[in-house]
């Protein structure tokens, strides 16, 4: 699975809007928006927050391996 299409899955299965997941974990809702259309992909800060967030509410999620993947 592509990297937008976890963190879409991810957010679903929070039952966040693309717009409170984002402020969940610092970022725009453009950002999100772009992550999961694959127009862009986090950086260094987004993604430790990102993990930060997994982390905070119990939720297995490895990022930089997913990033690694879709390169």
Known sequence: MKFADEIKDLRRKC???QTDFA???GVSFS???RW????SKPNYKALKRL???CKKNSINFVCSELIQEDE
């Open 15 to 17: 039952l966040l809007s």
């Open 23 to 25: 402020r969940e974990i």
């Open 51 to 53: 993990d930060e967030y």
């Open 36 to 39: 999961e259309t694959g127009k």
């Open 31 to 33: 950002t999100v928006n």
